[in-house]
Each structure stands twice: as structure tokens, then as C-alpha cells.
T-cell receptor
């Protein structure tokens, strides 16, 4: 079945550092890909999405590009802030089914 | 405000004592689902509902029941809770599964359940 694999955390960065969280997927056909963010004590919120190959999703300075050739959807941000500290989930939607990665905890220190 | 609400937010109970976690959405969404979140496992789907009176099992349905009598509500029922159901539970909804380009799930704030 379909699955999502994302890099294990936790990830700890200093403020203004560059962020990459790797995500790869296994799926038949053409899934839609998502990044969700979970702030402490809250539910998941959609951060960005891409619905077809080569699409780039972006929001709040975060970006991810749907790479079908490498089955990847890596999350990047050029300069992280303390307020970006959260758990990030990569997910895919395919054939009426939603699959989530295990989540990557990011801590940004001042 | 468009939202998904869950109650209670925190619950400590004992083995075997039936409980219900409520979920309600005010966005007229057709699709609703329940997930549990456990460390290192991400989110796993328990049950989902495509519309009123239509429910189906997800990946980990054992020990849970659901019902969808109204479009806005999707309660999760644990008839006889056990310690391995200690987890963080999320309800989610989306407009429909049909339009994949617009598909987005909205999540509730979560219910932390402890079964002793």
C-alpha cells in the first residue's frame, strides 16, 4: 500500500538557520502531497500542498516541490524562527486514502 | 469561525468503563475521520465516514465504534477501553474526497486519553 517516510527527528536549529526535512513516498498513480504542522497542544494544520508533479507548494516561507522522479516532497525554509518550533508531518492523498509520515519535531533556539 | 471541535480535551479513565469522545464540524463537510497519534507512528486512521450513515474501518479499528447520524457529528465510542488505547486522538473533516485538487483535511484540537 501507499506510504510516507520522513526523516527522523528531533531536529534542533538556531534561529535563521536553513531547514530541510526530507520526505519520500511510495504510491501508485498520482497522489497529492501535503505538509501539515502541529504546534504544541494543537491539532494539525495544513502548511502547504502540491497536487501534481513539479508543483511547488509554499506558505509562511516554507516550500516543497513535488518530485515524481525521486518520489520526494522535501520541506525547506531559508531562515527559521523560534515560532517555527513544531512537529511537521508529510502526508499523501491517493485513491480516497490519506497516509501520514511519523512526524519530525523541530526545535528552533534563539 | 470554521472549525472542528472535540470533547473532552483530556480524559483519564479506567479499563472497561465505556466512554465517548464527541466531534463536531460546522463546515458542512461530507467526510469525517478519526485518527490516533502515537510516538514514532504518526497518525493512524481508526474509522472514517464518507457521509451520513456511511462509515468504514481505517487501519486500526479494533476496540472502537463510530456513528454518523448527522452530517456535523461523528462520535468515537470505546465500549471497553484498555490501556493500549491510551493515545492522542484527532477528529478531522474535509469537504469531499472527490475533488483531489481541493482536498484538505481540517483537524480538531485533539483528545488526550489515558486508560489505567
Amino acid at each position: 500500500g501507499d506510504s510516507v517516510t520522513q526523516m527522523e527527528g528531533p531536529v534542533t536549529l538556531s534561529e535563521e538557520a536553513f531547514l530541510t526535512i526530507n520526505c519520500t513516498y511510495t504510491a501508485t498513480g498520482y497522489p497529492s502531497l501535503f505538509w501539515y504542522v502541529q504546534y504544541p497542544g494543537e491539532g494539525l494544520q495544513l502548511l502547504l500542498k502540491a497536487t501534481k508533479a513539479d508543483d511547488k507548494g509554499s506558505n509562511k516561507g516554507f516550500e516543497a516541490t513535488y518530485r515524481k522522479e525521486t518520489t520526494s516532497f522535501h520541506l525547506e525554509k531559508g531562515s527559521v524562527q523560534v515560532s517555527d518550533s513544531a512537529v511537521y508531518f508529510c502526508a499523501l492523498y491517493n485513491n480516497n486514502d490519506m497516509r501520514f509520515g511519523a512526524g519530525t519535531r523541530l526545535t528552533v533556539k534563539p | 469561525e470554521a472549525q472542528v471541535t472535540q470533547n473532552p480535551r483530556y480524559l483519564i479513565t479506567v479499563t472497561g468503563k465505556k466512554l465517548t469522545v464527541t466531534c463536531s464540524q460546522n463546515m458542512n463537510h461530507e467526510y469525517m475521520s478519526w485518527y490516533r497519534q502515537d510516538p514514532g507512528l504518526g497518525l493512524r486512521q481508526i474509522y472514517y465516514s464518507m457521509n451520513v450513515e456511511v462509515t468504514d474501518k481505517g487501519d486500526v479499528p479494533e476496540g472502537y465504534k463510530v456513528s454518523r447520524k448527522e452530517k456535523r457529528n461523528f462520535p468515537l465510542i470505546l465500549e471497553s477501553p484498555s490501556p493500549n488505547q491510551t493515545s492522542l486522538y484527532f477528529c478531522a473533516s474535509s469537504l469531499s474526497l472527490r475533488d483531489r485538487a481541493r482536498y484538505e483535511q481540517y483537524f480538531g484540537p485533539g483528545t488526550r486519553l489515558t486508560v489505567t
